[in-house]
């Protein structure tokens, strides 16, 4: 019987990952595939208007171990598999690596690629949340980028900062919490660019953030 690594959205089989003969081959790619995770900067936390965790498991025969993990609230629920010739032998919380609209291209990107691309090189670099945008200044370069709502926008110049502050980098500034000034500036300043007003004013690209 295989082994298998299987991708979980709020508790519910997602897909599987890959199926392995051997549990020592399953481990070394369940391990590596969570390190990965643990790498990822600004992770996917909404789809579809609701709030989604991602866990990643290890499926193996069955046995008579009863694995249990912790809720948000701290309580322990014993985690249950669907298919009975199987026990969940690993769980662990998994980041998929979140992407947003570039708006000069009107492609996904994610973090790793929104860093090498807009905040290489020289010169004083200033990151701003507007609603669901993030803006980027550099010189006389700026560019827009769209994220599903603002706790999205909000959290990615969270992280974002936040790394920058543990890699002691100071040639970027963060701007999350603007003053009525700044954001009549960075209005002024989208319109000015050519961007349309009203899809500045929008906080939201598909729904409504739901419980």
Known sequence: ????????????????????????????????LISNSDEVIFDRQHENGYHCVFELGLLGPKNK?????????GRQNKVNVEDDDYSMLEI????????FIDYSTKKKINTDEFIKKYLKGDGLKMVSKLNNKIITQLNDMTNLFTFKN????????????QKYINEKRVDCIFIKDSSTPQRKYLYDMLVTL??????????STTFPVKK
Do not use: A, C, H, W
Not at 12 to 29: C, E, L, N, P
Not at 92 to 99: L, R, V
Not at 194 to 203: A, D, E, I, N, S
């Open 92 to 99: 662990s919380k998994y980041k998929i690596n979140e992407e």
């Open 1 to 32: 019987m295989d082994y298998i690594i299987v991708l979980f959205k709020n508790r519910v089989k997602k897909k599987i990952i890959k199926k392995f003969k051997t549990f020592d081959r399953t481990q070394k790619y369940y391990n590596n």
């Open 65 to 73: 171990d009863v694995m249990y993990v912790k809720d948000e609230f």
């Open 194 to 203: 050519g961007y349309p007003k009203q899809y500045l004013f929008r906080q």
């Open 150 to 161: 603002e706790l999205d926008s909000s959290r990615f110049i969270d992280n974002l900062s």
